[in-house]
């Protein structure tokens, strides 16, 4: 179980359902995934947190399911079990078909293997690729 | 300098150069970057890595554009510097904006916080979140 | 299970026992957990795995709680899932509070944050920041 | 340099040049250094960053130094150059002596090396770890 | 279970019956290992990463169980579960013993540990390691 | 330059040259690297560390150059850069060719990359990878 156990909804103070609340509004579902309950027990933390996702996610120069396609890039490359599990859903609801999970996993992959091709061969930076 | 050298076109064999030309060709570009003329020292290497990159890059159910980003993602999640400074120039020649690369980056830095906050907490993943 | 399973206290031989010996009496405790176990397959690194710890995690400059607090980011960052478990066991033994466990995850979720964005956006080293 | 290049006070928006105020007057230094420069080119990154990191490193349950350590030991986990770079001077001038850096370092050596050890042994968790 | 699910052999298209009666026919043995059957539901993925590994893994410079014990080092760096467990079976079959394992642990602990103190003490590259 | 600046031996204390000694007369060297030199700044350190590569590494179940070349593919596998350049040369030095390092890179980059679609695509351990 998570360190410090879940907090359910009808357990939490007004200050942690003020988060739940907007999680669920904005997400437009009924239902808090175990990452925020657990964060629940830091409630600086959990605002902090949801407010900084919720910035960072919404749609603006990139729109939303490349914002989602890219959290799981990055879960996948760490290796976040978690992360890979929740973000998978997450992408799949804003519009990531099994084709585009495909090639996504397929990049993830060959970059994870040119980033040590490149760093293992001690490649220098060509001076096209240098900002000024 | 790359640990075995770089091989520039005019002393390759005609197995590298034919990788270096279809590399120019699909690129549309008139120059090698150091990774692939690092790589050039093993030609089985070379070859299969560039015919990777060629089918996996290629626009499918991802346009070319948001692989690149996802490249990018990956190569800023590893801290690879080579891969960071080649995959931002690439990611900018196929349309990325700077306000893109920003949103980019601010969506790498939350889910590498998230990723060890799900972690450290020992989150368990939910069932919703789990495939069959 | 464990790839070459866990040798139990009667089990072991003379040389296993003085270490799982030397770990219950220096901790405190009357069990040895699976870590141990496990590296008791290879005598030499275990009798040295557990004289680095215990030399590295005697208190010194930092006392015990701190080193046991940093050993836990450590993990975290890494998303060691046994080692998250027994490092968050021991640091709660030496005095870890759970208001001080949710600052350490806040502390390790922000580093990661800026660890990638530092590295994403190519910041060069503040000549202040340079050791001379 | 920086891929969006770094931003000065004096070519500093209002709403930038107020986290620069606020990252000064918080710090008790009179200069900026290149990661808020690098970020200010995405003003809200840049606040949110900073905002994060005020509240996270804030003296609460961990006192400012513990803090520092933390973030460098995590830094140091992650390789990332200018993070170490940055953070052990924001730990020396938080109070962190060579000694405790010293010890510092050789807890997130070792803390590496078992992190290892138990994945790659396959170690399961003890029953006496898990939460509930 | 996996995110798309497993194709078995008796569902799977000629295609990808290919692939897997070429893994069976290579590696002498009448079962496909997960993995693959994942990785089935892209068959572009499935025969380029076959295609790849039967190239890369065939003795070459190196012989088959040094390939087999480097591909579990990296594996054990990283933390992968699933990669740990198939890979420690692969080396054994190519011919592993426990002590060569528990040597192999013991290097790659270790190799994990120096990295951190050699990128946490800022250490500069020696003349001498330069590939000028 | 390194953090705390290199010791050189000949402003070295006897206790540091005595384990500089070891380090030369076992490596049939007459020089220092510089990650020792760094170490030097924390005696206990620098003899634990050195004394435990010199066990780890010393022929075994495997010998010198398997050893060496698992080094390098952890430092690859982290990105480590003083670790890649001084354990290439190290591993040169144990017999190494250019043809060895080009396939351990190679399989470095695959293993790196099939660690992700294991992950990213969450699948599950086959039962006949189970060790019990």
């Known amino acids: 179980m998570a360190t410090l156990g879940l907090i359910e909804y009808e357990n939490a103070s007004a200050e942690v359902r003020a988060v739940y609340g907007d999680i669920m509004a904005t997400r437009k579902t009924d239902w808090i995934n175990n990452f925020w309950k657990a964060l629940a027990h830091d409630p600086a933390t959990l605002r902090r947190t949801w407010l900084s996702i919720k910035e960072i996610m919404a749609p603006g120069a990139l729109d939303a399911l490349t914002k989602e396609m890219l959290y799981l890039a990055v879960s996948a490359t760490n290796q ?36 040590r091709l490149a760093s293992g061969y001690q490649v220098e930076i060509d001076a096209q690729f240098r900002t000024s």
Chains 1, 2, 3, 4, 5, 6 share one sequence.
């Open 80 to 115: 976040c079990g978690y992360c890979i599990a929740s973000h998978t859903a997450a992408a799949r609801k804003a519009g990531m078909t099994d084709a585009m999970l495909a090639e996504l996993m397929a990049v993830v992959g060959m970059a994870n293997e040119t980033n």
